[in-house]
């Protein structure tokens, strides 16, 4: 599932061909991944002009020039590219947007999981969240306030999108290890001094792997990033640990798998 630093990269890489630009007409080869309807969504659409994109967690936002907002989430395997009116389709292109420049913005999608939202009225999708990690205004503080009351364990905590926005398996993970908790600590045994260690490992995970415009998988639709090439623990069970040498076990949490070096992560 592309993660916070994977939609960041597709955020900004949908700014300069978009921004700007008015959508013609829209079609839809998948219903069920609308909301509204298609026949709506193709009757709303059309005239509204792109003012600004951004994120929010995991979704991509779009603020129209009427009173609408597009909202996006891709979900496991979507992916969004702007590409000329007449390039080759793809099998799993889902919805396609028609731009008034000829181009089009085209949600891929092989497993058919993504949502796409028009509406006036966005706080009912996007108010739930729960903070960024990158906010400049998050501070250490502010992140040991979202553990008062949480006893469950860190590594589902951090999954969970209303406790903060944009990690999933990868970042926890890799975050956890530069922080050196286990990832199935109960969240209320961690030590102030751990919380701030974990507070600063994923700010710092989640940027650097954003200046590597994400991460790339084999079996996985997004395209162009770099941050696979440096995970300590995600993906690399019986590897040598990049600190200790031990090699790195992989253990299930509810229904999500955990790496972790139990050596490093105590």
């Known amino acids: 599932m592309p993660e916070l630093p994977e939609v960041e990269t597709i955020v900004r890489g949908l700014r300069a061909p978009l921004i700007g630009h008015t959508f013609s007409g829209v079609r839809v080869e998948w219903e069920r991944m609308t909301q509204p309807s298609a026949r709506e969504l193709r009757a709303r659409l059309p005239g509204q002009r792109v003012e600004a994109i951004h994120r929010r967690g995991k979704y991509l936002v779009m603020q129209l020039s009427g009173k609408d907002n597009l909202i996006i989430h ?56 729960g903070p960024e990690p990158l906010d400049d205004d998050f501070t250490e503080g502010e992140f040991l306030a979202l553990f008062d009351r949480r006893s469950g364990r860190i590594k589902p905590l951090l999954l969970n999108q209303e406790f903060i926005v944009g990690l999933g398996n990868i970042y926890a993970d890799e975050a956890l290890f530069l922080a050196g908790v286990r990832p199935e600590r109960k969240a209320d045994t961690l030590l102030e001094a751990e919380k701030r260690g974990l507070y600063r490992a994923i700010r710092q995970v989640l940027q650097l792997a954003i200046d590597q415009k994400g991460t790339s998988l084999a079996d996985e639709t997004y395209r162009g990033g770099q941050y696979q090439r440096q995970f300590k623990v995600y993906d690399r069970r019986e590897e040598p640990c990049p600190k200790c040498g031990s090699p790195i076990q992989r253990i299930r949490l509810g229904q999500r798998s955990a790496h972790f070096c139990p050596n490093c992560q105590r």
């Open 74 to 129: 891709l979900k496991m395997t979507g992916d969004l590219e702007v590409l000329p009116a007449d390039a080759p389709g793809h099998q799993h292109d889902r919805v396609v947007f028609d731009l008034e420049n000829g181009n089009q913005l085209r949600f891929r999608d092989p497993r058919k999981f993504g949502r796409v939202y028009l509406t006036d009225d966005p706080a009912w999708i996007l108010d739930r969240l």
